[in-house]
Nanobody, 124 residues
């Protein structure tokens, strides 16, 4: 049974930074892509960022490009999301996900294990 646990969420002022981490247990992230999604109150679940199995390829939602950076450490079995220049519209619950395949995808069906989520709140 794979378990993904996110950490690093919290309350930050607009313009600030947070770093989210996702740790996997029960199985490694090795060989598959990983991604971050988010869901704000009253809004759809949306793609944020993804990284390929070896970190050579990344993909970002247009709304976070240039501000967020996804990375992974396969030796530590973790995936991180560095979030800079945060905006109030980034407020959401952020979810880490393990991909089905080695390559990145922005589609939810491309991920088969999900964490419980961590709350990020950006005040104006």
């Amino acid at each position: 049974q794979v378990q993904l646990v996110e950490s690093g969420g919290g309350l930050v002022q607009a313009g600030g930074s947070l770093r989210l981490s996702c740790a996997a247990s029960g199985r490694t992230f090795t060989g598959v892509a990983a991604g971050w999604f988010r869901q704000a109150p009253g809004k759809e679940h949306e793609f944020v960022a993804a990284i390929s199995w070896n970190g050579d390829s990344t993909s970002y939602a247009d709304s976070v490009k240039g501000r967020f950076t996804i990375s992974r450490d396969n030796a530590k079995n973790t995936v991180s999301l560095q979030m800079n220049a945060l905006k109030p519209e980034d407020t959401a619950v952020y979810y880490c996900a393990e991909g089905r395949w080695a390559t990145v995808t922005m589609q939810s069906y491309g991920y088969n294990y999900w964490g419980q989520g961590t709350q990020v709140t950006v005040s104006s």
